[in-house]
């Protein structure tokens, strides 16, 4: 028993789902769903439907050249079964899955870093050209002009108490 | 005395037509269609339906013609001697005569179709090849020996007389191919007595030329003892005259006499009997001046023994001592019957014997874990974590919350604000009403109480404004105001009021009390409920708004389906 890939979106074709599709130069193709059963038929290309992940690699949204893809690779060269090598492959298996999810989110988070930036460059700009609509230029300066004001007297009154 | 109608007489068809008749009627009237998946009785049933159908038709319409012409002894003499005279009296009965034998003899259909299909299904025996006959008595081992011997399957049962016909089996000897032929058994009695069944050996021990395999049953378990199957074998002697014989003592594991023969002989016998009897014919000198066997001449004394590979030696050997097999799986199968598991595995070659019924575990998560599978996986994994490690360290991993200082918190929340803002005064702008011309903003009179409000959000200090220049302004312009309004709503005359004042609103006629009143107004809005939820003008109105919804058929196909659309 074999998880498949799909053609289309790259994802798993579990035992008795999706369609398997021959050519008549004996290349097999395998689908998940009769969505991606039917993009293929329309003949579109994966690498440019934005939904896949083909596109997605293609495109550089997602980590592609790494080595701890290199691990889930399909050889050819059979092995013999062999109880200690198993039990170790399991091990191994889920901690370079742990690897690679780490991996894989720290390149997205890479990638999204710069529109962080871009975010903090338009919140000034906003705000240094709309401040009008929640702040009026002049709100707090009547206080400030009393308060100025009080301010002043405060100091006469001080330097005629001096002068006297 | 028979009474005729001469004007009533059957039609006679001529030959043609009367074929062509009763061919058709035979096809309308009976059933046309059979399939090869039938049953082999039903298949037969219904060829001799048609047969019969056939025969009956003809039968029936000769008979009706014999039987509607007069015979010229049963009608008035002066009949008679008219239809002698224009017909001829002799001429006139031979033809009905003949009719008459056509009728009798179409009666045999019937017969000639069972023989028929019992001919189609008589063995094939070729009386010119070599063959082996085996006779005697019932129950001596003829059906049991040509089981053994060749791929027939003879039915054998302990009663006498199981075969009741003849029966051929084919085995390979020497690269030739043997007939044996299997007899029913023979009783000892003179052959007018004999019955069908024993005919049918007696006949074939006549005419084919074989090797005559006489079996005996020593142990007599057949019923005779050795003394009546020496008498039978006697009597058929005659029939075995210039034919090699073989007298074959069977079932001997029952009671022990050494075995007179083997297969082996009676074939070479024949062989050389056969050979015997060719060379004695004319045909053979036709051939002999074609035949010359070539001798090489000797070249030298080197002796050149044929040369014979050594797997052929082995196993030719290894056929002669007859090694014990192997046990096999069928052996197994049979001894353990209903226990028995099919384990393949246990055949498997791997380095440890006892992980040969290991479960392997397939998947994980999504994973084939067969993808994995790499002798060097180990090394890898190391070679990874410390490059992870190495990552780690250099700090790649940490969470990169960059401290913002307390400006840029605020500047966001501003702009956070702004944007709110700014989305409100969109919709606002929607909701508006435009009725007639566009007016400027300053045509609108605002409201004092919401001008302040809006100033108080922008954050101006709006108490104590009563003395400001925009709260005198609207005093002066409120009582203006006012009392164009009071002069606006002036009582009606009194004769319109008085009306009015008889009538009872509407709402209110014939309601005897307040809680009359107060249920009614439920019922009334209770009506009213759904159409107001639907936006509906009243009962009436049954109008579809929308009926192709949009969010029931656009959208981009997700992980559903479009079954629904």
Redesign the interface.
């Known amino acids: ?3 498949e890939k799909c053609y289309f979106c790259s994802g ?1 074709v579990y035992p008795g789902h999706g369609v398997m599709f021959v050519r008549n130069d004996c290349k097999t193709f395998r689908f998940c ?3 991606c059963h039917k993009n293929f038929k329309k003949k579109r290309n994966p690498r440019k439907t934005r939904w896949t992940k083909a596109f997605r690699k293609a495109s550089g949204k997602e980590l592609t050249v790494d ?2 893809l ?6 050819n060269i059979p ?5 200690e ?2 039990d ?3 091990e ?6 742990e ?1 690679k999810h ?1 991996r894989q989110a ?1 390149f997205i988070m890479n990638r999204l ?1 710069k529109g962080k930036e871009l975010e ?1 460059e ?3 700009s ?2 240094k050209k ?2 009008h ?4 230029p ?3 300066k ?2 400030q002009l009393e308060d100025k004001m009080v301010q002043k007297l405060q100091e006469d009154v001080d330097m005629r108490e001096e002068d006297e | 005395m028979a009474l005729y109608n001469f004007k009533k007489i059957m039609v006679v068809p001529t030959a043609k037509d009367f074929i062509d008749v009763t061919l058709s009627k035979t096809q309308r009237k009976t059933p046309t269609v059979v399939h090869k998946h039938y049953q082999i009785h039903r298949i037969r049933h219904f060829y001799m339906r048609k047969v019969k159908f056939t025969q009956q038709n003809y039968h029936d319409r000769l008979t009706q013609i014999l039987a509607d012409f007069p015979k010229l002894d049963d009608i008035h003499p002066f009949y008679a001697d008219l239809m002698n005279v224009l017909y001829d009296k002799d001429h006139y009965k031979l033809a009905l005569g003949q009719l008459n034998i056509a009728k009798n003899l179409i009666d045999n259909l019937e017969y000639l179709e069972q023989v028929r299909q019992h001919l189609s299904r008589l063995p094939s025996i070729d009386p010119n090849t070599r063959t082996l006959l085996l006779c005697g008595y019932p129950n001596v081992g003829k059906s049991s020996f040509i089981n053994k011997v060749t791929r027939a399957d003879v039915d054998v049962q302990p009663y006498a007389f199981t075969t009741k016909s003849l029966f051929v089996g084919h085995m390979d000897y020497r690269y030739l191919r043997w007939q044996v032929v299997d007899t029913p058994g023979i009783l000892d009695h003179p052959l007018e007595e004999r019955n069908t069944i024993e005919m049918q050996a007696i006949t074939a021990l006549a005419h084919l030329r074989a090797a005559v395999l006489y079996v005996m049953d020593v142990s007599e378990q057949c019923g005779h003892t050795l003394q009546e199957q020496l008498e039978l074998f006697n009597s058929i002697r005659p029939l075995f005259a210039n034919k090699p014989l073989i007298i074959v003592a069977n079932k001997c594991d029952v009671k022990k006499i050494s075995e007179l023969s083997e297969e082996n002989q009676a074939c070479d016998q024949l062989l050389a009997h056969r050979v015997n009897t060719k060379m004695k014919g004319k045909k053979v000198h036709d051939v002999l001046n074609r035949l010359h066997l070539a001798m090489p001449a000797k070249r030298d004394e080197k002796e050149r023994p044929p040369f014979i590979p050594e797997g052929a030696m082995m196993r030719r050997k290894a056929m002669e001592v007859d090694a014990p097999k192997r046990k096999l799986e069928r052996d197994l199968e049979l001894e353990l019957g209903d226990d028995y598991i099919l384990d393949l595995q246990k055949y ?5 014997e006892d ?1 040969k019924r ?1 479960k ?16 060097g ?2 090394k ?2 190391e ?3 410390k ?2 490690e190495l990552k780690e360290r250099a700090g ?2 940490d969470s ?1 919350e960059e401290s913002e200082d307390e400006e ?1 918190q605020e ?2 929340i ?2 956070k ?3 709110e ?2 989305q409100l ?1 969109v919709l606002e702008s929607k909701e508006k009403d435009v009725h007639g011309p566009r007016m400027p903003r300053t045509a609108t009179k605002v409201e004092r109480k919401r001008l302040e409000k809006e ?1 108080g959000n ?4 709006m108490d104590d404004k009563d003395d400001s220049h925009y709260a005198q302004q609207a005093r002066r312009s409120r009582s203006v105001a006012k009392k164009r309004k009071r002069e606006a709503s002036a009582p009606p005359t009194s004769r319109t009021r008085s009306q009015s004042a008889s009538r009872p609103p509407r709402d209110q006629s014939g309601l005897r009390d307040a809680k009359m009143a107060k249920k009614t107004k439920k019922m009334m809005k209770k009506s009213q409920k759904d159409m107001n939820r639907q936006g509906k003008k009243g009962e009436a109105d049954r109008h579809v708004f929308d009926l192709k919804p949009k969010h029931l058929l656009a959208g981009k ?1 997700k ?1 559903g ?1 479009t079954d629904r659309r």
């Open positions: 028993m074999r998880i798993p769903k009769s969505k080595n701890s290199e691990f889930e690779k399909r050889r092995v013999k079964y062999n109880r090598l198993w170790k492959t399991v191994a298996m889920k901690k370079v899955n690897i780490k720290r870093k903090k338009e919140a000034i906003e705000v709309n401040i609509l929640i702040k009026a002049h709100a707090g009547a206080k | 498997w070659d791997l380095m440890n992980e290991d392997i575990p397939e998947v994980w998560e999504g994973h084939n874990i067969a993808d994995f599978i790499d002798p996986i180990m890898k994994l070679e990874l974590e490059e992870e790649e991993y990169d840029m500047i966001r501003l702009a604000q702004i944007r803002k700014k005064k100033m922008l954050g101006l200090d196909r992980s389906t």
